[in-house]
T-cell receptor
Framework: KQEVTQIPAALSVPEGENLVLNCSFT??????LQWFRQDPGKGLTSLLL?????REQTSGRLNASLDKSSGRSTLYIAASQPGDSATYLC????????????FGKGTKLSVIP | EPEVTQTPSHQVTQMGQEVILRCVPISNHLYFYWYRQILGQKVEFLVS????????KSEIFDDQFSVERPDGSNFTLKIRSTKLEDSAMYFC?????????????FGQGTRLTVV
């Protein structure tokens, strides 16, 4: 059974700092990996999708990498801003006959002005 | 920008009652999903739906749950005889492609409170 772990559970950084969020998964047989942002009491906003054949994806200040063989992904956020404060969720796409996402518990990020 | 829309945003129901959670997926998407998140816990997969039938369901998705696409735009989750432990945020998601190319887009969620 696929398990997804995110470290750290919470992170507090001063504004402007670069930071890395970590995600690990137990089964490397994945279709893809998706990073989401979740604001308190809100839905999930897709940030980046990395297909299993890709190594990284970039969107603005965000860069996500994938090392499928070692079961790891990182989300790099450059020049953090207070508006980046949210919970960041990592999810891997798997499924034998269909497709489903298995989520980590998330990293709660606070960017201090 | 197209988005997944869920209604209601919050529903309170009494234990044992039936609830229907509604979703309007992105219009050109073919694959639909329901997930739930119990407060403080991980987001969990419930069911996937394609071509008017269930593709896969988790062990959570027992006979108490059902899904339906009653028309060309809506996708619903029905929970019969709700229990206290059904209290959670329920998310609908949709995607245009399957498998490796799947990028799932989620709605804002329906917070279900069973009292």
């Amino acid at each position: 059974k696929q398990e997804v772990t995110q470290i750290p559970a919470a992170l507090s950084v001063p504004e402007g700092e670069n930071l890395v969020l970590n995600c690990s998964f137990t089964d490397s047989a994945i279709y893809n990996l998706q990073w989401f942002r979740q604001d308190p009491g809100k839905g999930l906003t897709s940030l980046l999708l990395i297909q299993s054949s890709q190594r990284e994806q970039t969107s603005g200040r965000l860069n996500a990498s994938l090392d499928k063989s070692s079961g790891r992904s990182t989300l790099y956020i450059a020049a953090s801003q207070p508006g980046d404060s949210a919970t960041y969720l990592c999810a891997v796409g798997t499924g034998a006959g269909s497709y489903q996402l298995t989520f980590g518990k998330g990293t709660k990020l606070s960017v201090i002005p | 920008e197209p988005e997944v829309t869920q209604t209601p945003s919050h529903q309170v129901t009494q234990m044992g009652q039936e609830v229907i959670l509604r979703c309007v997926p992105i219009s050109n998407h073919l694959y639909f999903y329901w997930y739930r998140q119990i407060l403080g816990q991980k987001v969990e997969f419930l069911v996937s739906f394609y071509n008017n039938e269930i593709s896969e369901k988790s062990e959570i998705f027992d006979d108490q749950f059902s899904v339906e696409r009653p028309d060309g735009s809506n996708f619903t989750l029905k929970i019969r005889s709700t229990k206290l432990e059904d209290s959670a945020m329920y998310f609908c998601a949709s995607s245009e492609y399957p498998y490796e190319n799947t990028e799932a887009f989620f709605g804002q969620g329906t917070r279900l409170t069973v009292v």
